[in-house]
């Protein structure tokens, strides 16, 4: 089975575009090289509509990534460009994030 990371990101309200734009330039990219080389198998940014967290004014967004184990995350997280994008991402946030995973026990599609 794979391995799923989930993340709520808690970005100020007033930095979300700028939070957006930056994710594309720094993220994407190093989902776009892990899913070339078949380490990741999917991953999503999402802005949330439902939340039983209270943002406290904060902009909610889910990251999800599916890898195909779980050294697939354990790359992604060593990867230089993601260790600065990570450092960068500090500054919009004003509250820490949810981080959640582990190998999946069921799953259903593709």
């Not at 709520?8 to 090289?33: C, G, Q, T, Y």
């Not at 697939?72 to 600065?84: L, M, V």
């Amino acid at each position: 089975m794979t391995h799923t990371v989930s993340i709520v990101l808690n970005i100020a309200a007033d930095k979300a575009d700028s939070f957006e734009r930056a994710f594309e330039e720094n993220e994407v990219p190093i989902w776009r090289d892990l899913h070339q080389k078949g380490t990741l198998l999917r991953a999503s940014l999402s802005p949330l509509e439902i939340s039983t967290v209270d943002a406290g004014g904060a902009k909610q967004y889910l990251v999800l990534a599916q890898f195909k184990d779980a050294s697939g995350h354990h790359a992604h997280d060593s990867d230089p460009r993601f260790e600065r994008w990570n450092e960068m991402a500090d500054a919009y946030q004003p509250e820490e994030p949810f981080v959640f995973g582990g190998d999946s026990l069921y799953e259903v599609g593709g």
